[in-house]
């Protein structure tokens, strides 16, 4: 079946740009979770939906980072104003239910900001 | 706060070889431990986790870890490693109630024919 796509797959923006960068999750799945990846380290957690409740925003770096996810399914992580500590490559994963199910992850969408 | 360390950042064997890969974790509470894989192009994956009951897991392709509370460790094992196990991999870790996966900077295998 299908997996989490994420969208675009590569970005580069001019700092101060904003950016949009989409998630799909697995079809049904309730949860959804946003990590940042820096080069050579593991994924940071950012942020936590339980359908479209948006349960845990403790990892947003900065309020220049907002995620949404209005009808449950598909997410927006955007970042206002970029600058280029947030190059990075952004992770979606969705799981079936919670935190402590499989989580299972997109390809990423790899930012670059100039 | 640094809570999931991985001790090797780069490990490189021959095929046929043991794997150990080290983890270790800094909570003095409950955690529920795994370890995920990235093969190169492809997605990270889970490949065992552990939360409670016996502490040697077994997961995919010949994997296991061994949880040890007394040393807050989570190693990751396979008796005879191959060419396709080269990948990057990732302890992680989610402490007590708190609702976040927190990942370790990761360790890259490569693995010689």
């Known amino acids: 079946g299908a997996g989490v796509s994420q969208s675009p797959r590569y970005k580069v923006a001019k700092r101060g740009q904003d950016v949009a960068l989409r998630c799909d999750p697995i079809?049904?799945?309730?949860?959804l979770f946003w990590y940042q990846q820096a080069l050579g380290q593991g994924p940071e957690f950012l942020t936590y939906?339980?359908?479209?409740?948006?349960?845990?925003k403790s990892g947003l770096p900065s309020d220049r980072f907002f995620a949404e996810r209005p009808e449950g399914s598909v997410s927006t992580l955007k970042i206002q104003r970029t600058q280029q500590e947030d190059s990075a490559v952004y992770l979606c994963?969705?799981?079936?239910?919670?935190?402590?199910?499989?989580?299972?992850f997109g390809p990423g969408t790899r930012l670059t900001v100039t | 706060a640094q809570s999931v360390s991985q001790h090797n950042h780069h490990v490189i064997l021959s095929e046929a070889a043991s794997l150990e890969l080290g983890c270790n974790y800094s909570?003095?509470?409950?955690?529920?431990l795994f370890w995920y894989v990235q093969y190169p192009g492809q997605h990270l994956q889970l490949l065992l986790k552990?939360?409670?009951?016996?502490?040697l897991v077994k997961g995919i392709k010949g994997f296991e870890a061994e949880f040890i509370k007394s040393k807050f460790s989570f190693n990751l094992r396979k008796p005879s490693v191959q060419w396709s196990d080269t990948a990057e991999y990732f302890c992680?870790?989610?402490?007590?109630?708190?609702?976040?996966?927190?990942f370790g900077a990761g360790t890259r295998l490569a693995v010689h024919p």
């Open positions: 079809s049904g799945h309730v949860s």
């Open positions: 552990y939360f409670s009951g016996d502490p």
């Open positions: 909570y003095g509470g409950t955690v529920n």
């Open positions: 939906f339980q359908n479209e409740a948006q349960l845990d």
């Open positions: 994963a969705s799981s079936i239910q919670g935190v402590r199910d499989e989580q299972y």
């Open positions: 992680a870790v989610i402490l007590g109630g708190y609702n976040k996966l927190i």
